[in-house]
């Protein structure tokens, strides 16, 4: 079985501070890990996702996440946060052997002048 | 291309009637998907098409029933509403079959209310 936690329904950040949003896994079979984000009023879309490859993974509008298979971890960071991040952002797991995405409770992150 | 689309976008039922959530989608994906959105309880799946003409069960099917029409389209159907089922639907494309590494692709929601 697979599972997900999210530390953290709710972070707050100045606008230009470290944004660190938490995510850990658990899976029995090597994970792929996803973090999505969603706008206001809209629907999900892909940060960026980890598939194997590379630990440390980019993804689109400066957010990155690095793989710590010690730490069952899989933590999204962003060095300057802007006010067009504030969003809830999701963090899921799945495998090669399944089709179907586990998403965490997501985080909310809210961004201050 | 549209994507992933879904109707209606706001709906009011009473409890105990029906309806049916429409998705469609204009990428060619073999799979397709449900889920609900409800606060504090991110995305829970109800059903999936992993390719045309096969459906599974979710982790909440219950008091739901889908239909994979063709290759683009995949309904929901509830058929007797109860206040439980107030909630965000999407519906969410990959390119499948074996989805693992898929990155899903989501339709804009429906928000729902039961009264």
């Known amino acids: 079985a697979q599972s997900v936690t999210q530390l953290g329904s709710h972070v707050s950040v100045s606008e230009g501070a470290l944004v660190l949003l938490r995510c850990n896994y658990s899976?029995?079979?090597?994970?792929?890990l996803f973090w999505y984000v969603q706008y206001p009023n809209q629907g999900l879309q892909l940060l960026l996702k980890?598939?194997?490859?590379?630990?440390l993974v980019k993804g689109i509008n400066g957010f990155e996440a690095e793989f710590k298979k010690s730490e069952t971890s899989f933590h999204l960071t962003k060095p300057s946060a802007h006010m067009s991040d504030a969003a809830e952002y999701f963090c899921?797991?799945?495998?090669?052997?399944?089709?179907?995405?586990?998403f965490g409770t997501g985080t909310r992150l809210q961004v201050f002048p | 291309n549209a994507g992933v689309t879904q109707t209606p976008k706001f709906q009011v039922l009473k409890t105990g009637q029906s309806m049916t959530l429409q998705c469609a989608q204009d990428?060619?994906?073999?799979?397709m998907y449900w889920y609900r959105q409800d606060p504090g309880m991110g995305l829970r799946l109800i059903y999936y098409?992993?390719?045309?003409?096969?459906?599974d069960k979710g982790e909440v099917p219950n008091g739901y029933n889908v239909s994979r029409l063709n290759k683009r389209e995949f309904s929901l159907r509830l058929e007797s509403a109860a206040p439980s089922q107030t909630s965000v639907y999407f519906c969410?494309?990959?390119?499948?079959?074996?989805?693992?590494?898929?990155?899903?692709?989501f339709g804009p929601g429906t928000r729902l209310t039961v009264l």
């Open positions: 990428m060619n994906h073999n799979s």
């Open positions: 098409s992993a390719s045309e003409g096969t459906t």
């Open positions: 899976s029995s079979v090597p994970p792929y």
């Open positions: 899921a797991v799945s495998s090669w052997t399944s089709d179907k995405l586990i």
């Open positions: 980890y598939t194997s490859a590379a630990t």
């Open positions: 969410a494309s990959s390119e499948g079959p074996s989805g693992g590494t898929d990155t899903q692709y």
